[in-house]
């Protein structure tokens, strides 16, 4: 299963439920009904209030995903395809040999 983070910012609306949670539990619930695996929520400082890291079978199931959370009013979200350090080490692995190979540009 590839991962996908999540950047969210809380809209004025979301900021005014904010002591309200279930908002969360039912994004986790969403998640699981939709065969992402729910990794970890984390509050954030900064230019995003929180991440979110999950585990899905493909894009579509994220996209279906957000679209669903993003129905609630209460977030603004932006998705990333993440790679582990594996996947970026095979990624690195097949990239074609450029010039005479000695690492000089």
Do not use: C, H, N
Not at 44 to 52: K, M
Not at 61 to 87: C, H
Request: proline letters at 2%; hydrophobic letters at 45%.
């Amino acid at each position: 299963m590839a991962t996908y983070v999540t950047l969210l910012k809380f809209t004025t609306e979301g900021r005014r439920g904010i002591a309200d949670t279930s908002g969360l539990d039912g994004a986790k619930g969403a998640a699981e009904a939709m065969g992402v695996q729910w990794k970890g929520w984390y509050m954030t400082f900064g230019r995003y209030d929180a991440v979110v890291v999950v585990e899905a079978p493909d894009d579509e199931a994220v996209a279906r995903l957000a679209l669903a959370t993003a129905t609630s009013g209460a977030i603004v979200s932006e998705t990333m395809r993440a790679f582990t350090e594996d996947e970026f080490r095979g990624l690195v692995a097949a990239l074609p040999q450029a010039g005479g190979g000695d690492g000089q540009a």
